[in-house]
């Protein structure tokens, strides 16, 4: 199976959202579709499900702050959801921590920003060795 990405957000990262997709136009998107407002764990929780089908498969989740977003998808012992709020973190989380959902702040980075940290967390392969036996131990 195939590497799928799936992008998910409340009202307060639904602009962002909408940019990231104009931009990339290949990730899965399963909500929310206005700015009416709805609950983030409703959407980090849809999201981690799809994510966790497959052990290739990312997501990407974008609330006001990012915290509420990798609260609730951190819920699951077998997600990773690593909040960045700059491009050099988003490579980090990869290559440190595994991480297999990126988390943004919608309300507090730009455009520019989310597209690198998107980008880097892409592109960015995990490490491994002294990293995964850290990982282990979560
Ligand atoms: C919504 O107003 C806001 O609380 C939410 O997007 C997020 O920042 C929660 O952590």
Known sequence: ???KIFIASDHAGYEMK???NEYFNSFIDLGTNSFDSVDYPDFAH???KEVLK???NVGILICGTGVGMSIAANRDPKIRAALAFNS???ELVRQHNDANIL???GRF???HEAIKCVDNFLKT????GRHQKRINKI
Do not use: R
């Open 1 to 3: 199976m195939n590497k």
């Open 103 to 105: 988390v943004l702040p």
């Open 54 to 56: 497959n052990k290739k």
């Open 109 to 111: 980075i730009d455009i």
């Open 125 to 128: 392969k995990f490490e491994g």
């Open 46 to 48: 849809k999201l981690t």
């Open 88 to 90: 050099k973190i988003a």
């Open 18 to 20: 909408t940019k990231l």
